[in-house]
C-alpha cells in the first residue's frame, strides 16, 4: 500500500516570532494536500502528533502507525529567507528515498511551490498517477499575501488547542487574514473551523453564532468550491439545523473532494452516521 506520514517539522529558526506555530502550519498543510491524493494513504495529524521529538527509530514509528514510508522534515526562517529541508524515509529499511532542501525568499507564492514540490516528490517516489484535477488541486494558491498567510496559520495551531481563550484569539488571527485577503477562500472554510469548535466546546451557543457560522460557509465554498473541508462544514451546518438528507449528500461530496482528510472523516465517523 502507498502510504506515509508525515512527521512534526522540527522548528530550526532562532528568535523569530511565533515560528514554531509557523513550522506546525506548513507541515499541516502539506498534510492536507496531501490527504486530497485518492491512491495515497497519509496518516491523520492526529496520530503523527504523539511522534513529536521521539526518540523511537523510524522502523518502530512506520510499524506503529503502519505505513511504509514516513516524511521528516525542519523549517527555519531568518528575516526575509526560508529554509525547508524534507526526506523520505522507507520504514521497513530506514534507507532515504529522496531528499531536498529549498532556499527561498519568504513569500506566500515560494512557500505554496515548495508544498507542491514536496508533495509532487513524494508521488513520485511512491509511484503514485495523478489525476489532472488533483495536480491542478497541488498548484492552487490560496493567497499571495504572506502576512494573511501567516495570520491563517497561526489561527490554524490555535484552532487544534480547542480551549476558549485559544479559540478567540484564533478568530482574532483569521479575521486579520481575511481583512488582509478578502478573497482567501482557505480562511473562510478555517473561520467556519473555529465556529464549530468554538459550538462543540461549549464556548458558544449555536443562536449565538449561526449567522456569522452560516456565512462563513457560504463564503468558503463560494471563494473555494474545491474544498472538502469547507464542503464538511457545510455537512455540519445542515445536520445541525434538521436539513439530514442535505447533509448526507454534503458528506459525500467532501469525501469526493478529499478523500483521505482525516478532519472528514472524523465528522464522518461521528454522531452524524
Known amino acids: 500500500e502507498k502510504s506515509v506520514a508525515i512527521l512534526p517539522f522540527q522548528n530550526r529558526s532562532a528568535d523569530e516570532e511565533n515560528a514554531a506555530f509557523f513550522a506546525d502550519g506548513v507541515h499541516d498543510e502539506l498534510l492536507t494536500n496531501l490527504s486530497r491524493i485518492e491512491a495515497l494513504k497519509v496518516i491523520s495529524r492526529t496520530s503523527v502528533a504523539q511522534y513529536r521529538d521521539t526518540t523511537k527509530t523510524m522502523r518502530q514509528i512506520g510499524e506503529e502507525l503502519g505505513v511504509t514510508t514516513l516524511l ?14 524534507v526526506q523520505l524515509i522507507d520504514a521497513k529499511s530506514d534507507q532515504h528515498l529522496w531528499a531536498e532542501t529549498y532556499d527561498r525568499q519568504l513569500t506566500a507564492g515560494n512557500i505554496f511551490d515548495i508544498q507542491t514540490e514536496i508533495a509532487m516528490a513524494i508521488t513520485g517516489a511512491l509511484q503514485t498517477a495523478l489525476s489532472p484535477e488533483e495536480q491542478a488541486r497541488l498548484r492552487v494558491r490560496p493567497t499571495d499575501n504572506l502576512q494573511a498567510y501567516e495570520h491563517y496559520l497561526l489561527a490554524l495551531q490555535l484552532n487544534e488547542r480547542a480551549n476558549w481563550e485559544a479559540l478567540d484569539q484564533a478568530l482574532e488571527e483569521v479575521n486579520q487574514a481575511l481583512a488582509l485577503d478578502p478573497s482567501f477562500g482557505a480562511a473562510y472554510t478555517l473561520r467556519a473551523q473555529v465556529y464549530a469548535t468554538l459550538l462543540s466546546t461549549g464556548a458558544r451557543t449555536l443562536e449565538a453564532i449561526a449567522g456569522p457560522w452560516e456565512q462563513a460557509i457560504k463564503t468558503a465554498i463560494e471563494t473555494n468550491p474545491g474544498s472538502g473541508l469547507a464542503e464538511i462544514q457545510r455537512t455540519q451546518w445542515l445536520w445541525l439545523t434538521g436539513e439530514q438528507e442535505l447533509a448526507m449528500q454534503s458528506i459525500e461530496r467532501a469525501l469526493q473532494l478529499e478523500p483521505n482528510n482525516a478532519v472528514i472523516q472524523t465528522v464522518v465517523a461521528g454522531p452524524i452516521r
Open 72 to 85: 521528516e522534515g525542519g523549517v527555519q526562517r531568518a528575516g526575509d529567507s526560508i529554509r525547508i529541508n
